[in-house]
Each structure stands twice: as structure tokens, then as C-alpha cells.
């Protein structure tokens, strides 16, 4: 194999540079896990980080895990940390020489993995990536250069309570754009129920749970304070105002959106991929559209989900074994089973997704809703992104409470994002 190409570990800017992100993982559910150096040098033991603690050794992905390693004729020492835990421990571990094998990340950290020098390129690992769709690969695209695979994807929808909209004479098919969206919250406000619920939190939830509306105005993470990003942030404020969305969207959560959605009270709800099961097992019958862009059709929702990735290693004779594990875990085989395991991933694959629509017919919207969606750190932004998103998320937060108008909020983020970017 050809010598692995690197830059310089510098990780204590990037651990500054990712707390201001938060670390959002759209899919996991936070807790902390056991830490630990990686143990290295063993070459019947490899080690392996993930950021899903709430899976145990005895769950059904510890055990995919452990059979990649079987396959590969090795153990795999598994440790989980949470999303942000994981990425900061990543940095620290490489300056202190002590890198996993193989990482899944959090797809926003990618690049600022990348950007330190800590990872291997899947060209130089010797990995295919011709059948991943492009737009789930982009995520972890630095400089032209691809520095992971997505083990699959998640996203956002609108989902709606069938009875409320009965009961309010709306056919959800009726949703293909921001006005007819509106008017079904008039309709539904009429018909004495709530409208819409999502999560307008300062946090990276905030910006994550706006991106589609803001993406599907024509806006540009470039330049937060354009029309159409105004139009956007004034769509939001707007349905505060006429009271179809409750002023709790300010300090929501994604979770606590769905709480909110369980209640029977509303109408929708943005949430993503990981509450189908939750949905399907509601008091009530749900369903989804997909988030409307401003002027009709499917607007970009942003990527949620994990990058395998292989941190370089000082003894570049265990590349061999974890190629075959990454390899394990990334067969189209492999990323049904992981959609599987987890129930609310999307595979990365064309191929990939029709076995999962064939084996489950109800999860084609939100295939659909992946085929759309769009990674934050694309367009170039890489780890530019967490600073952006921040000030996107403020002007959010300043626009919903009234401390200033959408288009006085998004110029100051606008300027407070080039201030840091530049």
C-alpha cells in the first residue's frame, strides 16, 4: 500500500472550533459512555469508537460490530462515548498517538477530523466509494479529497396527525409548498387544534430543524442575511405570530417536539427518520409529507447520521485488517443489516435503499427524503460550518423572540459569521 499522506495533528483548535457546533447527532440519544485509550499494538485486537452508548455489549450492533471483526479474523475492542465526547476524545487520542482503528463519527465532525490531519483518505485506504450517493457523500468531502462512508443516512420530514387534518378538512397531499403548508395551519387553527411544532433551540437542533426551510427558500449558508434566507426566517416568526406554531418552538428540542406530537394535539411536526417506530406505535394515525420547498417540491433537509472513518496509524501494517472491517460494515448487505439494527437509517446506496423499501414498503418517503437531503458541511464550508451554523441558530433564536426583526437578526449573523470565518 502507498505511504498515507497527512498534515500536522493540531486538535486544540478544533476541539475550541467544534464546542461551538454541539455536536448534534440527529440519531443518537446521548448518555456517556466508557472511555479509554485505544489499546494499539495487539494485532488480534483492533479498536473501535462509536458514539451510541445506549447500545450495550449485548445488543444486536455490538454483535454486527464484533462479526465484522470475526470476519476479519481479529476482536474488535468496542468503546462508546456521546456524539461530542466521541469527537473531542478522536482529537486528543490522535495528538497523543493512541487512535482507534476505526471511528463512527458524527458526519458535521468529518471535517474537522479532516482538517487536523488525523484521518486517511478511503482513495489512499483503497476504498470504493462509486456507489455511494453523492449528495450523502459530500458530508465528508474536504478539498476534493473523501475522508469516510456513510453507514447510512437520516433526515428530517413533516409528520402530520391524520385525525387533525380529517377533522380540519386537510388533505395532506394538499402540502407541496410554503402557501398551501400555511393554509392548512389556518384551516387546522379554525378548526380549534394546534398547527405545527418544531425545534427552534440555540442550539445546533435549531439550525439543523431550519436548514430545510432556509435551503428551500434558494438561501445560502455563504450569505445568512439574502432575501431568500429573510423570506425564511419570516415564514417561522410568522407562524408564531398568527399562533399556528406555539412560542415553546424557542427552547424545543427535537425530542421535545415529539413529545409535544404525541400529546394528539397537532396538526405536524419536523422531526426525522429515528420516530418511526415511535410514530407507528402513536394513539393515533400518522403519516408524513416531505418538507416543502418554498415554490413547490421537496426542499434539502440536512443529512443526519455517521462516517466510518480509519485514523492514520503510526504502524500502517493494521491497514490491511481494518479495510476488511470497514469493508465488512459497508457492503450493500452490510448497510441494510445496519439499517435494520437501528431502524431509522437510510442506506447510503441506490441499491441499498430499494432492498430496504422491498422489505419495507412504508419507509419509501423516507428514502425519498434522503435522495434529497444535503450534508451542512457541503458547498466548501468544512469546519467554517460550526461557526456559521451558530450564528444562524442566534439570529433563530433572536428573530422567534422578538428581540429583532428576521432581516436586523440574520445581518447580524451574517456579519458575526464572516468576523469568525475570515
Not at 464546542?19 to 479509554?36: K, M, N, P, T
Not at 476524545?89 to 463512527?104: F, H, K, N, R, Y
Not at 408524513?288 to 417540491?297: E, N, W, Y
Not at 452490510?334 to 437509517?345: D, L, M, R, S
Request: aromatic share 8%; with cysteine.
Amino acid at each position: 500500500m502507498q505511504h498515507l499522506r497527512h498534515k500536522p495533528v493540531t486538535t486544540l483548535a478544533a476541539v475550541a472550533a467544534l464546542a461551538l457546533a454541539g455536536g448534534l447527532s440527529a440519531c443518537s440519544s446521548g448518555g456517556s459512555g466508557s472511555g479509554g485509550a485505544a489499546s494499539g499494538g495487539d494485532d488480534s485486537t483492533y479498536t473501535w469508537w462509536d458514539p451510541y452508548p445506549q447500545h450495550d455489549d449485548a445488543s444486536d450492533w455490538a454483535g454486527r460490530v464484533q462479526a465484522c471483526g470475526e470476519e476479519a479474523g481479529v476482536t474488535i475492542e468496542r468503546t462508546a462515548y456521546d456524539t461530542t465526547a466521541l469527537t473531542n476524545q478522536a482529537l486528543l487520542s490522535a495528538q497523543e498517538g493512541t487512535s482507534p482503528d476505526v471511528i463512527l463519527i458524527d458526519n458535521p465532525a468529518v471535517s474537522t477530523l479532516a482538517d487536523t490531519g488525523i484521518l486517511t483518505t478511503v482513495d489512499e485506504f483503497g476504498l470504493d466509494t462509486s456507489a455511494i450517493d453523492q449528495n450523502l457523500l459530500d458530508a465528508g468531502v474536504v478539498d476534493g479529497e473523501a475522508y469516510g462512508i456513510p453507514i447510512g443516512a437520516n433526515t428530517l420530514s413533516l409528520y402530520y396527525n391524520a385525525d387533525v387534518l380529517k377533522d380540519a378538512g386537510v388533505d395532506p397531499a394538499s402540502i407541496t409548498d410554503w402557501d398551501s403548508l400555511t393554509a392548512a395551519l389556518a384551516q387546522v387553527k379554525d378548526a380549534g387544534h394546534k398547527g405545527i411544532t418544531f425545534a427552534g433551540i440555540g442550539t445546533e437542533e435549531g439550525s439543523f430543524q431550519f436548514l430545510p426551510w432556509f435551503w428551500g427558500a434558494g438561501a445560502e449558508l455563504t450569505d445568512l442575511d439574502s432575501p431568500e434566507a429573510v423570506e425564511a426566517l419570516e415564514l417561522w416568526k410568522g407562524w408564531l405570530d398568527e399562533g399556528y406554531a406555539p412560542n415553546t418552538v424557542i427552547n424545543n428540542s427535537q425530542n421535545t417536539v415529539w413529545e409535544e406530537f404525541l400529546t394528539g394535539d397537532f396538526a405536524f411536526a419536523e422531526n426525522g427518520t429515528w420516530q418511526v417506530n415511535s410514530a407507528a406505535e402513536a394513539e393515533f394515525e400518522t403519516g408524513i409529507v416531505q418538507l416543502p420547498a418554498k415554490d413547490g417540491g421537496a426542499a434539502p433537509a440536512p443529512t443526519g447520521g455517521e462516517f466510518i472513518v480509519a485514523p492514520v496509524q503510526e504502524d500502517t501494517a493494521r491497514y490491511d485488517v481494518t479495510r476488511q472491517i470497514v469493508e465488512c460494515m459497508t457492503t450493500p448487505e452490510g448497510f441494510v443489516e445496519t439499517a435494520n439494527t437501528f431502524a431509522y437509517y437510510v442506506p447510503p446506496t441506490a441499491e441499498g435503499q430499494e432492498q430496504l423499501v422491498a422489505d419495507n414498503a412504508d419507509l419509501e418517503p423516507w428514502v425519498e427524503a434522503v435522495q434529497n437531503a444535503k450534508g451542512r458541511t457541503s458547498d466548501g464550508l468544512g469546519t467554517d460550518y460550526p461557526v456559521i451554523s451558530e450564528a444562524l441558530w442566534t439570529a433563530v433564536q433572536n428573530a422567534l423572540s422578538g428581540a429583532a426583526t428576521p432581516q436586523e437578526a440574520l445581518e447580524t449573523a451574517q456579519s458575526d459569521a464572516e468576523s469568525a470565518t475570515s
